[in-house]
């Protein structure tokens, strides 16, 4: 749908005839809120691929009189809401972090009201009388409102599960249709109760409210205004507005069009002659208007389109042109002869152009109406562009290997930053601003990458095209002599049109692109660590939920060591942590992608979480050092997870799509091995473990869709259903350690239960109605727990269900779902397994009866069973050593003492590698008593027989080289020489014959190839030794300049320096545009 239409008969019940009629045509298909200002009758409506907010006359059938009121700073506008008698406008931007702004209605004012926490809003709505703004949240399932300020914000209903795309307020209920769910519902606004609920069977999308009841006059401050075009209601009253390419005039009524082409479009030229199609037609709108520049033939052209000049270079007469289109006057700027792909640069006010024939980049001051030659002696450079803002140009270079170069006007040497090994034919290259990517077509595919060449990508076929472009969310392209247009999310074209014959080149004539965009939130994030807030002139940075700003750009955390709560805000991507004194909350600085699980080791201080995205288990520091992969969860991915402290192994429950492919599994520690303990578990959602009584808890669903708490040793035998009637859904489960008690969260009954560990005693401690209870925990005397539909941790006595209030609602959270405890160091274990991991190779699993040991998936347990298949023992046979206590396992640590005659050299532990091998090596650790040859009980000697007597020279043989007059005795120094090429190291000009009989250095490092000691027009550092590996530092000669940014070469591998020499210092130039 590119139209937005007016139904004239829209109740078909009171109406016999439907009338539809075209209000406006060329808004793109994506979503966008509309809105009606029912005082002045004006027609509203986001535009979230053209990233403006535009406005008409709703009346009116002139399809050209509209004006866009809002688009600097516009990334993906989609909710709308006007309240017409205050005029005012409300409306979210989604992208890069959404935010909802306030502004007048004719676009003035702009304030962000709202911008931390908030995922996609789709639709907004106002309470007039009350001054409130509501607003549907669609990836955070929330309906929420806050006042006109954005102040006494409030999440009225969190709807799990059911993405809203439309609300409308009407009398104290918010109309709510979700489209993916297909219903249709109303809710409280003060409770938050759904009121109503209806299912559709098509898919409904937006919602308003219609009650002829109800409507009444008001007073329109434009009826009087006289406005030529349109009149809008502002806070001050009514204002006048002209038309996009129109001026307002002084008498501040009338309009006056500003120049002969469109406000904004595409200028299109076939070598004589200038078209130009507005901009809407890149989503089915058309426009045209042509210009002809008189005995010109027109090689190359770019725009300026804030002061509305087209620059051009005319072959006719071999100069670079300036067309006026305000006044339609052209004025030659200078010579030119042979130049293609000019490009104009609006930051350094900038044009540049390539002359193929002397194969380099000319430039044109506008400042200063003088040229320069940029780059020199390019290989058939082509297809020139240029980022503005960071003063970086781009070509495409070279003949049958091409490849994507980038330079500077500041002439540092090109880099090439996509290679011939990435590309074919490329041509069309062009960076886009707004995207931040170079674009370019390469046979007939429009590709694109990062600036530094990563991330290639292939787009939309275009079958043939000559030219290709971006403009925000969409591609353009010349084939023959249409211009075709197509969402970048096409996989073709959509429209295209038929401008002028012969077309041979197209230009983005659209001031929003060629803005400044510096000091803006559209570079580089504004410099802002997390949020960037654009403003009217400027932006301001500001952190998220749960993060304190410093130095008004860095967010930092303040994270608690102790007494805190941690807790996974899922639909956020944060782990946040929560003082359980105070009840105040810091984000750590963790980055997660909807985490549902985790859990926190107290004896380490790492925190282990799932990764719903990338089906993982991860570990990480409080401060998001040292992260982890732990193990990769396959088909499934794992959604609860806690610790057996005998051993360190995390267990989880795993969920997969398909609903009987949940599983229980546990990690080894140190290993990363892997055992499932139960498969087939249809919907599991949560575990807990009890290692001194050897039991594993759970909660999933049985046969008949029954929900059963089931209970099995830790190593996956002996399972027994101790809870299945009267159960809904429970989400959380915790064992109370000092009372022998399990708990859990019914998210269906919305009530904490418990029982004791054969399921007996059953009974329900509290409800919380509506909530949608999840994860719950015990420590002391207190119960904690997260729902899906509260804004907090609830704290509350397990003995009374009594609600101890230790934290304040945060409308920023969002879903929460699993939480842990660090408040004492105090830990279950199982007696056996905590000590040496039970004597296990690998897994020890602690059952009621003690522990057994097991094996990875797939390997078993040798005949001792507790030794695994293909497990590398380290030897316990030593030399000097005795090993106390140790099943020298990979990955253990043991103490040893030393034989007789023997001593320790260091006090350390040895631990077995993964290779079986010790570490450090023990025949180390213990030396002999002393120098006395004495032969031990073992019947071997004391020490090595090998170095008893050692030699009283050292070897005269040395690679590449020989020695000078030296008789090689121990204690003398001696001299060398070395064969060609080779040269005498200069960091050992002269070697000693040790006490050893070694030489004082490797005979192999002496004689050694060296760079050349000499570059032309200058001097290497005094201190350069020109050995392999060196970093030498250089100066050049008076009257030279080195010809690299960096004033250091490096000495290569194959005694050659890492830059050509000849062409380090060269002569001075004057770097300033000289008349040509």
Same mark, same amino acid.
């Given at each position: 749908m590119d139209s937005i239409y007016r139904f004239n008969n829209f109740n078909i019940w009171q109406n016999n005839s439907i009338s539809?009629?075209?209000?406006?045509?060329?808004?793109?298909?994506?979503?966008?809120?509309?809105?009606?200002?029912?005082?002045?009758?004006?027609?509203?409506?986001?535009?979230?691929?053209?990233?403006?907010?535009?406005?008409?006359?709703a009346y009116s059938d002139n399809d050209t009189i509209y004006k866009v009121v809002v688009q600097k700073d516009l990334y993906q506008p989609e909710g709308l809401a006007l309240d017409p008698e205050d005029g005012l406008m409300f409306f979210s931007d989604n992208q890069p972090t959404s935010r909802i702004e306030r502004v007048s209605m004719d676009g003035r004012d702009r304030t962000a009201i709202v911008y931390t926490s908030l995922l996609r809003i789709f639709s907004l709505s106002v309470d007039e009388t009350s001054n409130l703004l509501y607003w549907a949240d669609h990836d955070r399932h929330t309906?929420?409102?806050?006042?006109?300020? =954005?102040?006494?914000?409030?999440?009225?209903?969190?709807?799990?599960?059911?993405?809203?795309?439309?609300?409308?307020?009407?009398?104290?209920?918010?109309?709510?249709?979700?489209?993916?769910?297909?219903?249709?519902?109303?809710?409280?606004?003060?409770s938050g109760l759904k009121l109503y609920h209806i299912r559709d069977t098509d898919q409904p999308f937006t919602i308003d409210v219609y009650d002829a009841e109800s409507t009444r006059s008001y007073p329109d401050p434009c009826s009087s205004r006289g406005c030529q075009h349109i009149c809008v209601n502002t806070p001050t009253g009514g204002k006048c507005l002209c038309a996009e390419g129109y001026l307002l005039s002084s008498d501040g009524r009338s309009c006056t069009d500003r120049s002969f082409f469109h406000e904004k479009g595409f200028i299109i030229s076939n070598g004589t002659h200038f078209a130009m199609v507005e901009v809407q037609v890149v989503s089915g709108g058309e426009r045209r208007i042509l210009v002809i520049v008189p005995f010109a033939i027109i090689e190359t052209f770019a725009v300026d389109a804030t002061m509305h000049l087209i620059y051009y270079l005319d072959s006719s007469r071999n100069a670079l042109q300036e067309l006026n289109l305000i006044h339609n006057q052209i004025r030659t700027l200078a010579t030119a002869i042979g130049g293609k792909d000019l490009i104009f640069d609006w930051i350094a006010n900038l044009l540049a152009w390539i002359e193929p024939t002397q194969s380099r980049i000319r430039a044109f001051s506008i400042n200063s109406g003088t040229t320069s030659v940029i780059y020199t002696g390019l290989q058939q450079p082509s297809s020139l562009s240029v980022d503005a803002h960071n003063g970086d140009l781009y070509w495409i270079s070279g003949t049958s290997k091409k490849e994507i170069l980038r330079g500077n006007w500041n002439r540092n040497s090109p880099k090439v930053i996509v290679s011939h090994a990435n590309l074919n034919n490329p041509i069309s290259l062009q960076y886009d601003v707004i995207s931040h990517r170079i674009y370019w077509l390469d046979n007939s595919m429009i590709k694109s990458s990062m600036t530094n060449g990563s991330d290639i990508q292939s787009h939309v076929n275009t079958y043939g095209a000559t030219q290709a472009f971006a403009y925000k969310d969409y591609f353009g392209w010349i084939n023959g002599n249409k211009t075709y247009f197509a969402k970048k999310s096409a996989v073709y074209a959509e429209f295209n049109v038929d401008v002028i014959q012969n077309t041979k080149q197209i230009a983005i004539f659209d001031t929003i692109v060629q803005q400044d965009r510096r000091s803006s939130c559209q570079i580089l994030n504004g410099g802002c660590d997390e949020i960037c807030v654009p403003f009217q002139n400027g932006r301001v940075c500001e952190c998220d939920f749960g993060l304190q700003l410093h130095q008004n750009l860095t967010c930092k955390s303040s994270v608690y060591s102790l007494n805190f709560l941690i807790v996974s805000d899922y639909s956020h991507g944060r782990i946040l942590q929560v003082d359980i004194t105070t009840g105040n909350m810091v984000k750590l600085p963790i980055n997660v992608q909807n985490s549902p699980g985790i859990t926190f080791d107290k004896s380490t201080m790492e925190i282990f979480y799932s990764e719903l995205s990338t089906k993982t288990i991860m570990s990480t520091t409080l401060l998001g050092k040292n992260k982890s992969l732990i193990y990769a969860t396959g088909f499934a991915h794992a959604t609860r997870l806690t610790i057996d402290y005998s051993?360190?192994?995390?267990?989880?429950?795993?969920?997969?799509?398909?609903?009987?492919?949940?599983?229980?599994?546990?990690?080894?520690?140190k290993s990363f091995l892997q055992k499932t303990l139960w498969t087939n578990l249809q919907s599991p959602s949560d575990l807990v473990v009890y290692p001194s009584k050897g039991f594993l808890f759970w909660i999933a669903t049985g046969i008949g869709n029954v929900t059963e708490l089931s209970r099995s040793y830790m190593d996956g035998t002996f399972k027994t259903n101790i809870a299945t009637t009267n159960i809904g859904r429970p989400n959380g489960l915790a064992i109370d350690y000092t009372a022998n008690r399990l708990y859990w969260t019914d998210g269906l009954k919305n009530s904490i239960e418990y029982s004791g560990l054969n399921g007996e005693n059953k009974h329900v401690l509290t409800t919380d109605t509506d909530a949608h209870l999840m994860s719950i925990l015990v420590h002391g005397q207190y119960i904690y727990y997260t729902a899906w539909n509260?804004?907090?941790?609830?704290?509350?006595?397990?003995?009374?269900?009594?609600?101890?209030?230790?934290?304040?609602?945060?409308?920023?959270? =969002?879903?929460?779902?699993?939480?842990?405890?660090?408040?004492?160091?105090?830990?279950?274990?199982?007696?056996?397994?905590?000590?040496?991991? =039970?004597?296990?190779?690998?897994?020890?699993?602690?059952?009621?009866? =003690?522990?057994?040991?097991?094996?990875?998936?797939?390997?078993?347990?040798?005949?001792?069973?507790?030794?695994?298949?293909?497990?590398?023992?380290?030897?316990?046979?030593?030399?000097?050593?005795?090993l106390i206590d140790c099943f020298a396992y990979p990955e253990d640590t043991c103490e040893f003492g030393c034989k007789p005659g023997f001593r320790r050299t260091l006090n350390v532990s040895a631990t077995c590698n993964s290779f079986g091998e010790w570490t450090p090596s023990l025949a180390s650790l213990c030396a002999a008593n002393s120098q006395n040859l004495v032969?031990?009980?073992?019947?071997?000697?004391?020490?090595?027989?090998?170095?008893?007597?050692?030699?009283?020279?050292?070897?005269?043989?040395?690679?590449?080289?020989?020695?000078?007059?030296?008789?090689?005795?121990?204690g003398e120094t001696c001299q060398y020489k070395c064969a060609s090429p080779f040269e005498i190291n200069p960091s050992f000009p002269n070697i000693t014959c040790n006490t050893s009989?070694?030489?004082?250095?490797?005979?192999?490092?002496?004689?050694?190839?060296?760079?050349?000691?000499?570059?032309?027009?200058?001097?290497?550092g005094s201190d350069c030794q020109r050995v392999i590996g060196n970093n030498c530092s250089f100066t050049c000669d008076m009257g030279y300049e080195s010809s690299i940014t960096s004033s250091h070469i490096i000495c290569t591998s194959n005694g050659t320096w890492n830059k050509m020499t000849d062409e380090l210092c060269k002569r001075k130039k004057i770097l300033s545009f000289n008349k040509c």
């Open positions: 539809l009629s075209l209000a406006y045509k060329g808004k793109s298909s994506d979503f966008g809120q509309i809105a009606f200002d029912y005082i002045s009758n004006n027609l509203y409506w986001c535009d979230s691929l053209h990233k403006w907010i535009a406005m008409k006359p309906l929420e409102v806050s006042d006109y300020n =954005g102040l006494n914000r409030r999440v009225i209903r969190r709807s799990n599960n059911v993405p809203v795309t439309g609300l409308h307020y009407y009398q104290n209920v918010l109309h709510v249709v979700s489209a993916e769910t297909r219903s249709i519902f109303g809710v409280d606004i003060t051993t360190g192994n995390i267990y989880f429950i795993a969920v997969a799509s398909a609903q009987n492919q949940g599983y229980i599994g546990v990690v080894h520690r509260r804004q907090s941790i609830t704290k509350l006595d397990k003995t009374t269900g009594v609600k101890h209030t230790f934290m304040a609602n945060h409308p920023e959270l =969002g879903r929460l779902d699993s939480l842990d405890i660090y408040a004492d160091d105090s830990v279950d274990v199982n007696a056996i397994c905590s000590k040496k991991n =039970g004597n296990c190779s690998t897994f020890c699993f602690p059952t009621p009866t =003690g522990r057994t040991c097991g094996c990875q998936d797939n390997v078993n347990l040798q005949s001792d069973q507790t030794t695994c298949q293909g497990v590398s023992r380290c030897t316990t046979s030593l030399q000097n050593a005795i032969c031990t009980e073992d019947g071997i000697w004391n020490l090595d027989t090998n170095n008893l007597c050692r030699r009283s020279t050292c070897s005269k043989t040395l690679k590449n080289g020989q020695l000078i007059g030296c008789r090689a005795h121990l009989g070694e030489w004082s250095h490797n005979t192999e490092d002496l004689c050694v190839q060296l760079c050349v000691s000499t570059i032309p027009n200058g001097t290497l």
